[in-house]
């Protein structure tokens, strides 16, 4: 299958990198087809890069790791009808907030922009080091990963691309659902800060500890 980003940071490098050796094609995007090129050269395989559009354009499969819709990243969003929208995106995390602040998700914020799209909620849940481990660790493991979406087919697909990378696809119910995983990405990271631990993944199930396969987390935050 060939499959997109929109960004080229620390999550599509690692989640592209484990697409690529599960023989998936991989497109890396962002505003600098440069920089999309420079990560796709990194990972090999038969990574290629270009701008965001171009991958709204050429990719069956999308995953948004850039805060924010995608209107704003492109040209046009026409391409994107019937596609299917991986979004793992969580929104910046404050340290004081009110909760009706978080009612509203990301990912419905992006079916919204493209309605002819069909947009997925998942991989928000996991810090890019859990995915130094192989899909066989990862699958031995039993890591979790939860997807929230009202397109079966499009939840059949993401599920499908889920366990070519070792993690074991939760459905997670309709698009509506999204803010609450969004919120789950809260509690984990709030986890993280506390100990510092990156490979707490949904249910508390850590990830196998390994080597950095597609290089070191870069600037960012989980």
């Known amino acids: 299958m060939k499959i997109g980003f929109w960004g080229s940071g620390n999550m599509a490098r690692v989640l592209g990198g484990a697409w690529s050796v599960a023989g998936h094609q991989v497109v890396f995007g962002s505003r600098s087809a440069e920089k999309s090129r420079d990560v796709a050269a990194e990972i090999?395989?038969?990574?290629?890069?270009?701008?965001n559009d171009e991958v709204a354009e050429s990719c069956e499969v999308i995953v948004s790791t850039v805060r924010a819709v995608p209107s704003s990243l492109l040209t046009t969003t026409s391409a994107l009808a019937g596609k299917v929208i991986i979004d793992l995106n969580n929104r910046d995390f404050p340290r004081e907030y009110q909760p009706e602040e978080f009612l509203n998700s990301l990912a419905e914020a992006t079916q919204k922009d493209v309605p002819a799209a069909r947009v997925v909620k998942a991989l928000n849940n996991q810090a890019m080091e859990v995915f130094n481990s192989d899909a066989v660790a990862l699958r031995e493991a039993g890591v979790q990963a939860f997807m929230a979406g009202d397109d079966h087919e499009a939840k059949?697909?993401?599920?499908?691309?889920?366990?070519?990378?070792?993690?074991?696809?939760?459905?997670?119910?309709p698009l509506s659902n999204a803010w609450l995983l969004e919120l789950q990405a809260d509690i984990l990271r709030t986890y993280m800060f506390a100990t510092g631990n990156a490979l707490v993944t949904p249910g508390f199930i850590e990830a196998p500890r390994a080597e950095p396969r597609f290089g070191e987390r870069r600037k960012g935050t989980y």
């Open 44 to 51: 090999g395989f038969t990574a290629t890069g270009g701008t």
């Open 156 to 173: 059949q697909v993401t599920a499908k691309l889920l366990n070519d990378i070792g993690l074991k696809p939760v459905d997670f119910g």
